[in-house]
């Protein structure tokens, strides 16, 4: 997954929601602005979110295809902001997250 702090939301692509069994909240939907303009997506809350050893339930997210095989999704603000901090070394590939 690419981590992107410059989205709200966690991403899913429409196959790895489908392959995970992730289902879209009875009639939520959420605008989201992408570089080809606004578009609507469906919003799922899911079960856990893990990276390493940090762990969150009831992250929310959407499912769009944002990006490109082998990527599978996107780890955005929903899960990055539930953390007192964080921060992304780009040159080491790395992230921290602190609780």
């Known amino acids: 997954m690419l981590i ?7 991403v899913l692509t429409r196959k790895t929601a489908q392959q995970l069994g992730v289902m ?9 602005a992408t570089a080809n303009g606004e578009v609507e997506a469906d919003l799922v809350r899911l079960d ?7 762990r969150l339930g009831g992250v929310e997210a ?6 490109e095989p ?3 999704g996107i780890i ?3 899960f990055l902001n539930q953390f007192r901090r964080y ?6 590939g790395t992230i921290q997250l602190e609780r």
């Open 24 to 32: 879209p909240v009875v009639g939520a939907t959420v605008a989201v």
């Open 62 to 67: 959407v499912v769009m295809d944002a990006v």
């Open 48 to 54: 856990s979110i893990q990276v390493e050893d940090a």
């Open 76 to 78: 955005g603000l929903s």
């Open 4 to 10: 992107d702090t410059g989205s709200s939301y966690c």
């Open 87 to 92: 921060s992304v070394d780009h040159a080491r």
């Open 70 to 72: 082998p990527l599978v």
